[in-house]
T-cell receptor
């Protein structure tokens, strides 16, 4: 079955540690996205990538980094520079020419202790 | 002012009720309008997708877009307990997509 796989589903880390969230898709989508979801707020875009080896900052990129070495994979690193990293992180993908329909993964819940 | 405004609720209705969910927006460049359903601790799933103004119906769900008023709605007929979830509106101008905060809906048996 085609879809987007995020791992891990739950992650606990100590303050000051970098963590990497995995996102893999087998939908043959060109574009991939990382969003952050906090209670009472809409999804906020962290980074997006429309093609391999290229990515763009979203609205809240500070303290995060990404790579896009393969079409299927778009890992997100939450660095120690991110001041408030505890959140629900969602990866999404679509075709570059799509009008906006996004397919989401199941999310990764990061808690920083 | 937020680019997309959505009442967070919570909204609680009895089974069988008609539910109305709404969003307003400020960016007239938005052309694509979507509703996503998100169950607790899960990723959002696309429910309805509309291009420009008009109505779209899919089973018990109807999406309406009024671009002149910058207002979109989602109606759920004969609501079921399985409809209990958070509903997110979203709108985009190609790659600039914005989401509402989501409305939490509970349908009581």
């Amino acid at each position: 079955d085609g879809g987007i796989t995020q791992s891990p589903k739950y992650l606990f880390r100590k303050e000051g540690q970098n963590v990497t969230l995995s996102c893999e898709q087998n939908l043959n989508h060109d574009a991939m996205y990382w969003y952050r979801q906090d209670p009472g707020q809409g999804l906020r875009l962290i980074y997006y990538s429309q093609i391999v080896n290229d990515f763009q900052k979203g609205d809240i990129a500070e303290g995060y980094s990404v790579s896009r070495e393969k079409k299927e994979s778009f890992p997100l690193t939450v660095t120690s520079a991110q001041k408030n990293p505890t959140a629900f992180y969602l990866c999404a993908s679509n075709f570059r020419t799509s009008g906006g329909e996004l397919f989401f993964g199941e999310g990764s819940r990061l808690t920083v202790l | 002012q937020k680019e997309v405004e959505q009442d967070p609720g919570p909204l609680s209705v009895p089974e069988g009720a008609i539910v109305s969910l709404n969003c307003t927006y400020s960016n007239s460049a938005f052309q694509y309008f979507m509703w996503y359903r998100q169950y607790s601790r899960k990723g959002p799933e696309l429910l309805m997708y509309t291009y420009s103004s008009g109505n779209k119906e899919d089973g018990r769900f109807t999406a309406q877009v009024d671009k002149s008023s910058k207002y979109i709605s989602l109606f759920i007929r004969d609501s079921q307990p399985s409809d209990s979830a958070t509903y997110l509106c979203a709108m985009s101008a190609l790659h600039d997509m914005r989401f509402g905060a989501g409305t939490r809906l509970t349908v009581k048996p």
